[in-house]
């Protein structure tokens, strides 16, 4: 019976590490795979063991046998947990490319193809990665990154068989090694091998680390369970044989089997309870195996009429099962002499799922479907069972199986290998505001997987990020297009904010100093005064500095004229100001002045500044701001024939010192003749590497054309020659901006 070879599971996996010829486990390997139900191929499993076995020539474990052990053992795990035939030989392979050389993922594909490639490369990924966990919640977080990145569970299972064997020849290794593979094993592996289901690995996962973790504890423990058993063996018998006849008694057919509980959750209970191992109760567990799910409820009821109970220790996990899919009932009772006792009633086929989890499945494979009933038990695998198991093989069924609980999620690594988790889509920019803001500040670029890419880059499970920074470096309004977090999204517009509010403080404050140096009144003057009066007379109570007042002034909210109240012997002179003002608009049809007295747009980062798309101010134009209502200041060309309908109170002179914004955009129309003229022309940007944004082309009745680009230059005297280059040309009549 096959559950009969499973049992055997853990007795199997001890022998494994003593034995020390390849060849007598290559044999043990093929008398499991002749036992299973389970159709195999002999000749492929056979040229996987020779395949292995060249590569792995001349290694040895560091407890001594030869390499190939190793793999062996893994295999024959796989195989007594009945996993199929590609896990089992990419177990005998999953070594390989790592650890020899001229051996390479193409090498095995070669050989057996890409399904066992797919697995043994996963299994290679996983390995690969080193975890140094101090907090649990880095240890959940790895975990998922575990169970998303692999999209085959069969990695998984062959990655704990892994683990297992490993685990079971620790001893060989180096005192730090030894700590750090059982640290690794307690934290990730075995609650993802709770996570699937898979019990019986997960319990010898924990009692293999904790004899490394906790040796001494581990040695107290074990000691007594041995002691206890032996001194107890009356009461197992007698309770097994109570049990046999009741239900015997009642024509219910079942197995009855007892057992002191695993070490690791002695040890757990010690921890937590703080009762001393001699106190302990609760310590023994037997199990009642039957065949139908009535049955479980027979068996309770006739066992709660034998013994005493402690009711509230009675759980129905059949009725609402664990979150993993686990189905049992359990009840404690007290045995003759007091002591306290578990008893778990459960049908075979939720043992089976109990005990060995996802890899159960094969074991029903022969079967049409679990009935929906079963099924239940996996709840999170539930549906793709209902949906796959019909139609597919078990191997499609696995490869299928993703875990959607972690679809929204990435993880990826620092270079110092701590994980970083975060939404789907996430880019560089985003890892490092997860870090630190100040590293999202001031990150200018990012290395993944140590090749330089750009910030909006998508980020993949596993990546390695490494953020490259500048001092100098801003946060830009254009990261906000592809952001993909909360904190970095927030973050940047808090920045954005500050900066804004900064350069409004001196663009309004530069408007004011203007207006007061017309009343020829030194700034420094409004030093002295109360920035309550302005607040009260102009019933702002958002007002609460004069810097607040500077932000008004300069989107647009307030005049700048205002200030004026604090000098009201200059207000006496308000309607000789008035007059000034409508002369003031004619002024700018004498730009050359306003451009020499300007406000400079040094150190401005164009957060408040938009360029007019009417005229296309390039860096050396003379230029005029004109403040807009809430959207800052609005840069136009003077010689911009939109600016005579603006109020003149809204206008401002502004100077490009110091500014570099590169590259401005503008317009060119050029009057063109010739058959080949676009082409000469298109010729002519390409050639000075001026970017062309936009074309239009038309041709007019006379043989003429015209042809309208929008370009990107980085300044006047640049545009200026090209436009100097361009009349140059034969086919072009003439040129002008627009
Ligand atoms: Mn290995």
Redesign the pocket.
């Known amino acids: 019976m096959k559950t009969d070879i499973l049992h055997s599971a853990d007795y199997q996996s001890h022998t494994l590490t003593s034995e020390k010829n390849p060849d007598v486990l290559f044999d043990t390997l093929i008398h499991l795979l002749d036992n299973r139900t389970i159709p195999y191929d002999k000749n492929l499993i056979t040229k996987a063991y020779s395949f292995a076995l060249q590569a792995h020539q001349g290694q040895f474990r560091a407890s001594g046998e030869p390499y190939i052990c190793?793999?062996l053992a893994?295999s024959i795990t796989l195989a007594l947990y009945n996993v199929d035939q590609d896990s089992i030989i990419a177990g005998m392979l999953?070594?390989i490319v790592e650890d020899c050389t001229g051996y390479t993922m193409d090498s095995i594909e070669k050989e057996f193809g890409a399904d066992i490639t797919r697995i043994v490369a996963g299994v290679t990924k996983i390995?690969k990665m080193h975890f140094s966990t101090k907090e649990e919640a880095a240890a959940e977080n790895i975990r998922k990154m575990i169970l998303a990145m692999t999209t085959d569970l069969r990695v998984i299972l062959v990655k704990l068989a892994?683990r297992l064997?490993?685990l079971h020849t620790l001893s060989s290794l180096s005192i730090a090694k030894q700590q750090r593979i059982a640290h690794e094993s307690l934290e990730i592996y075995a609650p993802i091998a709770n996570r699937l289901g898979l019990h019986r690995i997960k319990l010898q996962l924990e009692d293999l680390s904790l004899a490394y973790t906790k040796p001494e504890s581990y040695r107290q423990i074990q000691t007594w369970v041995q002691q206890y058993e032996i001194k107890e063996k009356n009461l197992f018998e007698e309770t097994i044989q109570t049990i046999k006849n009741t239900l015997a008694e009642n024509s219910v057919v079942g197995t009855v089997y007892g057992r002191v509980k695993q070490i690791y959750s002695i040890y757990k209970k010690i921890q937590s309870t703080n009762i001393p191992l001699e106190d302990l109760h609760d310590i023994i567990a037997f199990r009642v195996l039957v065949d139908k799910i009535a049955d479980c409820y027979a068996v309770l009821g006739l066992i709660h009429y034998q013994w005493k109970f402690i009711p509230k220790r009675f759980k129905d996990y059949i009725s609402l099962p664990k979150s993993n899919g686990y189905q049992s009932l359990h009840t404690t009772i007290f045995s003759p002499f007091g002591d306290r006792m578990e008893v778990q009633i459960r049908t075979k086929q939720m043992h089976e799922l109990a005990e060995y989890g996802v890899a159960s499945h094969w074991l029903y494979k022969e079967k049409e479907r679990l009935d929906t009933n079963d099924a239940r038990q996996y709840h999170w695998l539930n549906k793709i069972i209902e949906e796959k198991i019909i139609e597919e093989d078990s191997a499609t069924f696995l490869q299928s199986l993703r875990f959607e609980l972690f679809q929204d999620e990435v993880f990826v690594f620092t270079p110092n290998g701590a994980l970083i988790e975060l939404p789907e889509g996430s880019c560089p920019v985003d890892f490092a505001y997860a870090i630190h803001s100040e590293l999202g500040e001031k990150c200018t670029g990012a290395r993944i997987n140590n090749v330089i890419k750009p910030l909006n880059t998508i980020l993949q499970h596993g990546d390695i990020v490494e953020i490259i920074t500048d001092s100098k470096r801003e946060p830009s309004r254009n990261w906000l297009n592809f952001v993909k977090t909360g904190k970095a999204r927030t973050k940047i517009k808090a920045f954005l904010r500050k900066k804004e509010r900064a350069e409004s403080i001196l663009l309004g404050k530069s408007m004011v100093e203007k207006v007061l140096k017309k009343h020829k009144i030194a700034f420094s003057r409004l030093a002295k005064k109360d920035s309550k009066l302005l607040a009260d007379t102009l019933e702002h109570s958002a007002l609460k500095t004069f810097d607040d007042f500077f932000v008004l002034v300069a989107n647009g909210t307030l005049s700048p004229q205002k200030i004026m109240i604090y000098f009201p012997e200059s207000l006496c002179e308000e309607k000789h100001i008035d007059k000034h003002s409508e002369q003031h608009s004619k002024e700018y049809s004498l730009p050359e002045k306003r451009f020499t007295e300007g406000i400079s747009l040094a150190g401005m980062n164009d957060i408040l500044l938009e360029y007019a798309s009417c005229c296309n101010p390039v860096n050396g134009d003379a230029i005029v701001g004109y403040i807009s209502r809430g959207r800052g200041v609005v840069v136009h060309n003077v010689y911009c024939s939109h600016l005579n309908s603006y109020e003149p109170e809204r206008l401002l002179s502004l100077n490009w010192e110091g500014h570099a914004n590169s590259p401005y955009r503008t317009k060119l129309i050029l009057r063109l003749s010739g058959d080949s003229s676009l082409q000469e022309v298109t010729t002519f940007f390409t050639k000075a590497h001026i970017l062309i944004e936009e074309a239009n082309f038309k041709t007019l009745s006379n043989g003429f054309a015209e042809a309208q680009f929008t370009i990107q230059v980085p300044d006047i005297a640049f545009l200026y020659k090209a436009i100097q280059e361009l009349e140059q040309l034969q086919s072009v009549k003439e040129v002008y901006r627009t």
Request: charged share 20%; net charge negative; aromatic share 0%.
């Open positions: 190793h793999p893994v999953h070594d390995t892994d064997h490993n």
